[in-house]
Every structure is written in C-alpha cells, then in structure tokens.
C-alpha cells in the first residue's frame, strides 16, 4: 500500500491559465474521488469514479472543471480558464467499492492550487 | 441537501483536561466517520462509526454515534499537545457513497 499519490503538491499559475492534477490512487481501490478545500474549512466534494465511469459531479463543478479516469487507474483534474476563486487544496482519495468500515476514504496530500 | 454542522470550530485547551466535540447532520445516515488533520497535511482517518448506539476509542479519543438525534461526539480525555490538529466528522451520503465533511475543529492543546 504506497497510498494515494498527488501531483504536483503546488501550483501557481495566473489567472486565464489552465491547469491540470494527477492523482493515482491506492492500486486496489476501483473508487476515485475529488474534494476541494479551502482555508478553515472542509474538504468539499468535487466528483467520484467507479473504475472509469464518472458517476456524480457536484454543482461546484462548473463547465472551467473536467475530471477523467482514462482505463480506471489514474484520474486527472483540469480546470480551464483559471479565476482567482479557484485557489484552494485540491484533495484526491480512494477506496474499495463501497465506502464500508473497512475502507474508509484513503486521502493523498493533494495539491495546493494559487492563482494570481 | 445533506449538512454537517460541528462544534465548536476552534477550541483551546489546557493538558490534562477532557473536552467533546459534537457533529450534528441533517439528513438519515447511518455511517459516520471522524479524519485528523495536522498543518500541510492530508486527512487521516480515526473512526469509522456504523450503526448507532456504536461507540469507538483509540488512546485519548473516544468516538461515539446516536443516529436517532443525528448526533456524533468526539471526547478528548486527559489531552496532550501531540492531539494538537484539526478534526473532521463526515457523514456518508447513503446510496450516494460519497462523504460530506463539517468544517472542523481546530483544536489546540497548552501545556
């Protein structure tokens, strides 16, 4: 068990900008999801995979946001069009199909998005 | 819409005292968890609380789930500064199999 891998851990970019996020999950976990936090407060849900599929997106998740699971492994986060609003920590976790007491959301340390 | 309110957002405690957390939701779940999380990090889980009445304890933290008042605790006995970080409850989604999180409580333990 490596854990959930995040890349990269910091991201600045200006405001306009594109940016996209890898996240690779425990290898053994078919769940994929995407929160976002922001300072003093709790990770917001984003979106979830099961293997490739996508199955919910929040209404967070404006048109600027995609998310892809390509082949059910890794899962990329692009946000186009970058707005200042968008600064947070972009959070990455998996888990066994389904959320159960033996597998709770495993968590990467996520990537810290700034945009100037 | 599923909320997760906990209380209080930030508390200062001396050590050696007990203190509770509280996390209350909005809506019928029955599978509740609590993460930890220290400064730059990542999330870390403690409990995971499946039914209610369960009740969960792991050195100084003891966790606890009355699901017929919507209601979590999280008691913190005899607490020292490693406790210092903040805590999340999260309430899973039933049939959604997704998490929402309260806004945690930073908790700060003084010597």
């Known amino acids: 068990d490596t854990g959930v891998s995040q890349d990269p851990r910091h991201k600045i970019t200006k405001r306009g900008q594109n940016v996209t996020f890898r996240c690779d999950p425990i290898?053994?976990?078919?769940?994929l999801y995407w929160y976002r936090q922001t300072l003093g407060q709790g990770p917001e849900f984003l979106t979830y995979?099961?293997?490739?599929?996508?199955?919910?997106k929040s209404r967070l998740l404006s048109d600027r946001f995609s998310a892809e699971r390509p082949k059910g492994s890794f899962s990329t986060l692009e946000i186009q069009r970058t707005e200042q609003g968008d600064s947070a920590m972009y959070l990455c976790a998996s888990s066994r199909s389904p959320i159960s007491y033996n597998s709770p959301l495993h968590f990467g340390n996520g990537t810290r998005l700034t945009v100037t | 819409e599923l909320k997760v309110e906990q209380n209080p957002l930030f508390l200062s405690m001396q050590e050696g005292k007990n203190y509770t957390i509280y996390c209350n939701y909005s809506t019928t779940s029955d599978r509740l968890y609590w993460y930890r999380q220290d400064p730059g990090k990542s999330l870390e889980s403690l409990f995971v609380?499946?039914?209610?009445?369960a009740v969960k304890q792991e050195g100084r933290l003891m966790a606890s789930l009355d699901t017929k008042a919507r209601l979590s605790t999280l008691h913190i006995t005899a607490a020292v500064h490693d406790l210092s970080a903040t805590y999340f409850c999260?309430?899973?989604?039933?049939?959604?199999?997704?998490?929402?999180f309260g806004a945690g409580t930073r908790l700060t333990v003084k010597p």
């Open positions: 609380l499946l039914s209610n009445g």
């Open positions: 995979f099961q293997n490739e599929a996508q199955l919910e």
């Open positions: 999260a309430v899973e989604r039933y049939n959604n199999n997704d998490m929402r």
């Open positions: 290898s053994e976990h078919n769940r």
